[in-house]
Nanobody
Framework: QVQLVESGGGLVQPGGSLRLSCTVS????????MGWYRQAPGKERELVAN???????NYADSARGRFTISRNNTKTTVYLQMSSLKRQEEAVYCC??????????????WGQGTQVTVSS
């Protein structure tokens, strides 16, 4: 069974930094895309950044230049380094894995989310 587990959320002051991690576990052959989304109260979920299996990355305009997405060598852990955080970026950040290929087939998966609170 595929599971995504996030960590690294917490309280940070405006202008501060946080590093989120998401690890995928299970019998996995490959993952096409891993990414981070966020959802603030009363707002729709939005893409923050993702990384494709070949290594290319995509960022929301609001994140580009301040956030960096990366992954480990086995491509089962993805990181989101966030800097210069703004109050309006307070949200639940969720990890997403697209087209995860396993012995049973393939599918898309979500983590439970980790809260990022930006407050002084």
């Amino acid at each position: 069974q595929v599971q995504l587990v996030e960590s690294g959320g917490g309280l940070v002051q405006p202008g501060g930094s946080l590093r989120l991690s998401c690890t995928v576990s299970g019998s996995i052959f490959s993952i096409h895309v891993m990414g981070w989304y966020r959802q603030a109260p009363g707002k729709e979920r939005e893409l923050v950044a993702n990384i494709v299996s070949g290594g290319s990355t995509n960022y929301a305009d609001s994140a580009r230049g301040r956030f960096t997405i990366s992954r480990n060598n086995t491509k089962t852990t993805v990181y989101l380094q966030m800097s210069s955080l703004k109050r309006q970026e307070e949200a639940v950040y969720c990890c997403n894995a697209v087209r995860v290929v396993t012995p049973a087939g393939y599918g898309d998966y979500w983590g439970q989310g980790t809260q990022v609170t930006v407050s002084s």
